[in-house]
């Protein structure tokens, strides 16, 4: 099967519904199809093969969704790109992830253009990318423990499929308004891929500030709000009369959804924002739709068709989180590690530890994955620690987040000099040629040593602090 | 007690080197939402303020007017910086 199917059928189905507005243009699902083919058309002129492996370097916006399924609709492998990447940094994700081409909305040097709308980076492969013959749709970067960068592969039938169970916990349908203001090269799949199959409408507001976000959710009517922390908290602290009594579902994707904010919020707009357990490798795992208030650090019960255990407990019920489901990650794509390698007797060990209380609501204690998020951007410490151990002046670094009452969390390094007083002046300017910037450390502690475990040696991440 | 004036030129060089590419040109009047400042730059922005002046501006103060270009930032950051 292919994603594009979906979307025809959506669109067979709801022709004249709009699927996205952006500023003052809409357009209804039967102009977003065939927008998709008008530029599927030009894709294949590239002549690239089934299976090329595709990077989309594209802002938020109709192009970024047409270009996502137009890609797909040629049987190509999409892998998003942050726009915010030095370049640098996108010539080493075009070499690790054996990218044939890179579209860019604009023209670079090394492009061609295709369209106006459209600009081509073409690398010339020794040989094509080997996907195993898996039916790949999307690599999705995430670190890993060798790797500073490894890419979660996802076929078309595993997106549909935790597309598919995602909704069963979210409810959404033809009849919902989705107010969308995230980075859609970080979340795409249980998002506009299910807004879409389902024949929602997603207004796609550009706004940085609360007021023209709320008015977008009134104007419009929203009825979904999927954001972070962050974004709640600039609507929590509008001070306008405005409230958003159409919204009915308001998920906050990172589980470090600081209890101000969420307090905040249920105080300025009498809703509740439902913190939510979301993973790379098995999408939507948990969400905490009845009980956000009384349990706010709780993300919920895991939703239907997911199982979650918690491997050798102590006296507290506290352990190893493992979990299995639908639609859980194909592959790892560098270096190439099947499905059945990821899983331990069929269940995914997600590394985190956790428990449930009485009445089946799981709280997270400790996150082994590491993952920072900022306003909706997802950090890797790896990837960052990776570069920051080039510097000439560092020995070792170890990256984490450390939680701030607005944001969710914020991007610290501790680093350990090679030598004492070596120099790390110019190390900022150092991480903006190698870094996209929401990557680069807030701040740099300087220590002498870095925690490791007694035996193996390895480094002990850590969880994100106050 | 700052100056705006202080604070604009900081902030200037700040977005000069951390948010828009080298190839804007940017201005005290620049608008700056038209340059491509997004939430991700807000937030950057927001970060900078605190660790340079100590104080974290309260989110409900950005306005769409404050955000008009780096001249209204400055001013805006100054008044809450004052107040304190």
């Known amino acids: 099967m292919n994603l594009t199917e979906l979307l025809e059928n959506s669109a067979r189905q709801w022709p004249d519904k709009t699927a996205f507005l952006e500023d003052t243009t809409e357009i209804s699902y039967a102009q977003l199809v065939e927008k998709i083919s008008a530029f599927a058309e030009k894709l294949k002129t590239l002549q690239l093969g089934t299976g090329a492996r595709v990077g989309l370097a594209y802002p938020n916006g109709v192009n970024y969704v047409a270009l996502t399924y137009a890609l797909w609709k040629n049987n190509f492998v999409v892998v998003p790109v942050p726009t915010e990447c030095p370049p640098e940094e996108i010539s080493e994700i075009a070499t690790e992830m054996e990218l044939s081409a890179i579209l860019f909305p604009k023209a670079l040097a090394q492009t061609e253009p295709l369209t106006p709308e459209i600009f081509v980076s073409r690398f010339l492969l020794a040989t094509p990318a080997d996907n195993h013959g898996l039916n790949i749709a999307f690599i999705r970067f995430t670190s890993g423990t060798t790797n500073a960068r490894k890419g979660v592969v996802l076929a078309h039938e595993t997106i549909r499929d935790r597309v598919l169970a995602a909704n069963k916990a979210f409810q959404i349908s033809e009849h919902d308004t989705v107010i969308w203001c995230l980075p859609m090269a970080h979340h795409f799949l249980i998002t506009i891929v299910l807004y879409l199959n ?21 104007k419009w009517r929203g009825t979904v709000l999927y954001a972070a922390p962050f974004h709640f908290s600039l609507l929590a602290r509008d001070n306008s009369p405005a409230q958003i009594e159409s919204v009915r579902l308001a998920v906050s994707t990172t589980c470090a959804l600081p209890q101000e904010v969420a ?4 105080k300025r707009f009498g809703k509740s924002l439902l913190p939510a357990l979301g993973i790379i490798e098995l999408g939507l795992v948990a969400l905490n739709s009845e009980d956000p208030q009384g349990r706010w650090n709780s993300v919920g019960k895991p939703i239907p068709d997911f199982q979650v255990k918690i491997v050798s407990p102590d006296e507290h019920g506290v352990g190893e989180v493992d979990v299995r489901g639908p639609g859980i990650c194909d592959a790892y794509a560098a270096p190439w590690q099947s499905r059945e390698n990821l899983l331990r007797d069929g269940w995914f060990v997600t590394g985190d530890l956790g428990r449930f209380d009485d009445d089946g609501f799981l709280f997270l204690l400790s996150r082994k994955t590491a993952v920072i998020n900022l306003a909706g951007r997802k950090v890797f410490p790896e990837e960052i620690e990776a570069v920051l151990d080039k510097h000439p002046s560092i020995k070792e670094s170890r990256v984490f ?49 870095l925690p490791r475990t007694a035996v193996t040696g390895k480094l002990i991440r850590a969880t994100a602090t106050t | 007690m700052i100056q705006a004036s202080e604070i604009e030129t900081e902030l200037l060089a700040f977005l000069r080197r951390d948010i828009f590419s080298p190839d804007t040109n940017l201005t005290p009047e620049t608008d700056l939402v038209g340059a491509g400042f997004d939430s991700m730059s807000l937030v950057k922005t927001l ?18 007017d404050a955000l008009a270009n780096t001249r209204a930032l400055a ?6 910086l004052n107040e304190s």
């Open chain 1, 198 to 218: 389902v024949g929602a409408t997603v207004v796609l507001a550009r706004h940085v500030t609360a007021k023209p976000f709320l008015e977008a959710t009134n």
């Open chain 1, 263 to 266: 307090a905040q919020f249920h």
């Open chain 1, 401 to 449: 987040g450390r939680v701030h009452p607005h944001l969710g969390e914020v991007v610290e390094a501790e680093i350990v000099l090679n030598a004492p007083g070596a120099s790390i002046e110019n190390l900022s300017h150092y991480c903006r040629e190698h870094l996209a910037s929401y990557k680069i450390p807030t701040r740099f502690h300087t220590v002498q040593t």
């Open chain 2, 47 to 64: 970060l900078h303020v605190e660790q340079k002046f100590g104080k974290w501006i309260p989110e409900g103060e950005i306005t769409g």
């Open chain 2, 75 to 80: 001013a805006t950051v100054a008044r809450i």
